[in-house]
């Protein structure tokens, strides 16, 4: 144990180097005044990195499922970091950031997030939640750490230098990483595995799809997401335009990613005391307040005001992935929780589409954020709609609210 308490607080410092994924907003201004390029254009490279981090968590979770190798799978993701940041530093045009940053990076980062979030978590078998917890919460913290140093690079030795920079760290440290994971890894046993009682409700994941509870809560978790990386991709120009300096505004993004991270944990507690139930609509509760504070604040133009609803909205879409893991278990049983979860993962494909290529199609019409913003509101009244309808046809449907499968 002793041995690998270092080597989990190592896995901590690259679960926050991998967050950066999450602070594209950063970049954003210094690349559209070096090109000239639209909010709506440069949004949809970030749009383009959320895409390719879901592929990214899908395929490694199938690709590590079959090999087994923390050290193949971590230069895999090592070697696209490094090649996407590299390129990406001595880009041209817009569509060279589509590619490397957006596809390699991002695809990169998902690579990598499925092998750390999952090796860990099995040095600590009593305490599962917390460590995982505190890796989610590292990923939220990237943004806002990492995206400041950022910020202060560009400053000193321009966009371009900080790309190089940031694929030489991340290709190191990942490889690194995958160096000492791999030093962890045990072989399979040939006994077959006993499964529990608990196994016999369980639905394949093609029972689960084709229930409406879960159609439900899949329409939910899009709009949750959506509205998340609709502000994430575009809190630190919005700042800017507020009046806000350019590491002011990095570290707003970053405290949306910290409450991002903190949510996960937070909503992870709540879950545990007051059930589905309560969690769900609290969440779409505070959900609906953020999303009216941040509309506020970009109405009267008030930093603070803003800051205020990015906590909120970064708790929220943080309780995402908590939820969404611990609903899934509960509705549908653990013998199939990998490839369900999976599954359901893939709503922030749609959310990365949804959010931040609207946010930046209403910004370049109207020239100001307050259209977009009020549209997150709607987001939020259609939220507290649908979680009606999850619980509803959840209860129809015959899904337990109230037995634990985890054991």
């Known amino acids: 144990m002793n041995r690998k308490i270092p080597m989990f607080v190592f ?170 994971l791999q030093s962890t890894v045990k072989p399979k046993s040939n006994k077959p595995e006993k499964k529990s009682e608990s196994e016999a409700g369980s639905l394949t994941t093609g029972q689960m799809t084709r229930s409406s509870d879960f159609k439900a809560l899949y329409v939910w978790l899009i709009f949750i997401s959506a509205a998340g990386l609709a502000l994430m991709g575009h809190i630190a120009p919005c700042a800017i335009q507020m009046g806000a300096g350019g590491e002011l505004a990095a570290v707003i993004a970053g405290i949306v990613s910290v409450s991002n991270g903190a949510g996960r944990i937070v909503y992870g507690l709540l879950y545990d005391k007051l059930g589905v139930k309560k969690t769900l609509l609290l969440i779409c509760a505070i959900f609906l307040i953020a999303a009216v504070t941040i509309a506020a604040a970009v109405t009267v133009e008030s930093l603070p005001l803003l800051i205020a609803g990015c906590i909120l909205v970064g708790l929220s879409f943080g309780a995402a992935p908590t939820s969404s893991s611990a609903v899934v278990i509960r509705f549908y049983g653990p013998r199939y929780f990998s490839s369900n979860f999976g599954i359901i993962s893939t709503q922030l494909i749609i959310a990365a589409l949804l959010g931040p290529m609207l946010a930046g199609k209403l910004y370049t019409m109207t020239g100001n954020y307050i259209a977009t913003f009020y549209g997150v509101v709607g987001l939020g009244i259609l939220s507290l709609a649908v979680v009606f309808a999850v619980l509803r046809l959840a209860g129809k449907n015959g899904r337990s609210l109230d037995k634990d499968y985890s054991n």
């Open 11 to 180: 896995t901590l410092i690259a679960m926050l180097c991998l967050g950066l994924v999450y602070g594209w907003s950063i970049f954003v201004v210094p690349l559209e005044t070096e090109f000239g390029w639209q909010r709506s254009q440069t949004s949809l490279t970030f749009t383009i990195s959320m895409i390719a981090m879901t592929l990214g968590i899908m395929a490694g979770g199938q690709f590590n499922k079959r090999k087994d190798k923390a050290l193949l799978s971590l230069l895999i993701a090592a070697i696209l970091l490094f090649a996407g940041f590299a390129a990406a530093s001595r880009a041209q045009a817009l569509m060279h950031f589509y590619i490397f940053y957006g596809m390699f990076c991002g695809f990169g980062v998902g690579f990598a997030y499925v092998e750390m979030i999952a090796i860990p978590s099995k040095w600590f078998p009593g305490k599962q939640g917390l460590s995982s917890g505190m890796l989610m919460m590292c990923f939220g913290l990237g943004a806002m750490i990492l995206g400041t140093v950022c910020s202060a690079l560009m400053n000193a030795i321009g966009w371009r230098t900080t790309f190089l920079i940031l694929g030489i760290l991340f290709g190191i440290l990942i490889l690194a990483e995958g160096v000492m």
